[in-house]
């Protein structure tokens, strides 16, 4: 498989092999810190892409959200 020509390519690919992908996820895979941005964008170009709302605790026991985006296949 060819290296992606730029991050979104990587966000695109990434959600269409593992259907989901989070911040720490594009931060940790591709050094990717604006992954709302790149999400954004995708849209704009026709993908459909949601936001699922995630809760967790840290490693302090304190509540923290962050969004999980998912790719929707359309057939």
């Known amino acids: ?5 730029n991050q979104m390519e990587a966000v695109l690919r990434h959600l269409k092999d593992f259907e989901k992908i989070t911040s720490f996820e594009a931060f940790m895979d591709y050094k990717i810190t604006r992954l709302s941005d ?3 964008r995708l849209r704009k170009r026709g993908h459909n892409i949601v936001s699922l709302p995630t809760v967790t605790t840290n490693r302090y026991g304190d509540r923290v959200n962050y969004a999980t ?3 929707i296949e359309t057939i």
């Open 1 to 5: 498989m060819e290296k992606p020509k």
């Open 38 to 40: 790149k999400i954004y």
């Open 69 to 71: 985006y998912k790719l």
